[in-house]
């Protein structure tokens, strides 16, 4: 195995050069929270965007300890009450020096914390305004609590995975929180900035997870209107029924996956496997058991790293299942430094990569309320305070 990741190695940089990446000078607003909003806000900030997290006091937070929430790194913070008129009037002057803001509140709840696209724009036109919820702005489930699962559900995306005779399997919350929510905002944040730039006009960007998590599924939307794929789980060439395409167990418990799709993939595949003849042929879906069986009962006969050796440097489409500790001390990863460590904890690199304005994990996750006077100098906000006035009344 290949050694750990160096510390502070940044992805796509070249030496002597600075890591600042291709978002330098951008400044963004978060109104803090859990889940895609923040993580939208990492990648912003890992771009090399101004981040200042206005977090609130006494949370919010993932129960963990603030120095390991690896989506709070290359951000400042800023302790504010927008349940208090000067806390209201504090993030109104950020977002009047901001060319982004960012909130995860239900809908029309930063409306009544005064802080809404109304009140922002009246101090700053030009602001794209990034609105990150489960069910979006409106339609009837808009002002209902939810979470990545039911957002998926409802998709249809969950019905793809799993086996077919066992309920759908759970892919964490990646699926929806973070590539139907989180990047579909940023890539709506990045195009009305581009639009914002050039005609000096912001906009709202309302980021529904269920819409980003239904635009991931628009190919196999086409492969079912073309009679190509089956509305059911365990019946298609991608959701792990072709003996082809799916994981299997080895000798001591690991896995192997397999995606010997094509068929010279799928040749090199066999010669390296050793099945013993005759072998059921691919192209008759109705042996694809019998061809299951006998591949999973060959890659039973040896160990999950026997197996990444026989099928090391070939075509065959073969990888070992590994566990996210074991993840960054793969060859390939540790070569392009996929992972770095970082203020001691072991994270994934800035992604993608750029030649001319490399990345980097800049600084640790950001502690609330530690950048207060940084933020305020930088900013230009000279009024702005960690904390509200114990002495002012709170909004009811």
């Excluded at 639009?195 to 492969?223: E, F, K, N, S, Y």
């Excluded at 794929?229 to 959701?239: E, S």
């Excluded at 890659?299 to 026997?306: A, C, G, I, P």
């Amino acid at each position: 195995m290949a050694t750990p990741p160096t510390a502070g190695r940044s992805a796509g940089s070249t030496a002597g050069t600075p890591p600042h990446g291709p978002l330098a000078g951008v400044r963004v607003v978060e109104l803090a929270g859990i889940g895609p909003g923040p993580f939208a806000a990492m990648l912003l900030a890992d771009l090399g965007a101004d981040v200042v997290r206005v977090d609130r006091p006494g949370g919010p937070g993932l129960g963990i300890d603030p120095a390991h929430d690896v989506t709070n790194r290359n951000k400042r913070s800023v302790v504010l009450d927008l349940k208090t008129p000067e806390g209201t009037a504090r993030v109104l002057d950020l977002a009047e020096r901001a060319d982004v803001l960012i909130e995860g509140y239900r809908p029309g709840v930063a409306e009544r914390l005064g802080v809404g696209p109304g009140d922002c724009h009246a101090r700053n036109p030009r602001l794209v305004y990034g609105r990150m919820t489960g069910w979006g702005q409106e339609g009837p489930l808009a002002p209902r609590a939810g979470h990545d699962i039911g957002y998926i559900a409802v998709t249809g995306a969950l019905s793809l995975i799993g086996d077919p005779d066992r309920p759908p399997a759970v892919p964490a919350n990646l699926l929806g929180d973070y590539a139907g929510g989180s990047l579909y905002l940023v890539v709506g944040v990045l195009a009305a900035l581009h639009h914002a730039r050039a005609t000096g006009t912001g906009q709202v960007v309302d980021a529904a997870i269920v819409d980003g998590t239904a635009h991931l599924t628009a190919m196999i939307h086409g492969m079912l209107a073309a009679g190509a794929w089956q509305d059911r789980r365990g019946a298609n060439l991608l959701d792990g029924s072709s003996p082809f395409y799916g994981t299997y167990e080895t000798a001591d418990g690991g896995h192997m996956a397999v995606g010997a799709l094509e068929q010279r993939f799928y040749d090199a595949f066999l010669e390296l496997l050793g099945l013993p003849e005759p072998v059921p042929p691919r192209e008759d879906p109705a042996r694809w058991a019998e061809l299951r069986a006998a591949v999973a009962a060959r890659f039973k006969s040896r160990t999950r790293d026997e197996w990444t050796a026989v099928f090391a440097d070939s075509d065959a489409c073969v990888a070992p299942v590994l566990s996210l500790r074991e993840a960054p001390h793969h060859p390939h990863l540790a070569a392009r430094a996929t992972f770095t460590d970082h203020a001691g904890t072991t994270q994934p690199a800035p992604a993608p990569r750029f030649s001319a304005t490399p990345t980097a994990v800049r600084t640790a996750p950001a502690r609330p309320g530690a950048d207060t006077e940084a933020v305020a100098r930088d900013w230009d906000v000279p009024q702005l305070t960690a904390s509200p006035d114990p002495q002012r009344k709170a909004r009811p």
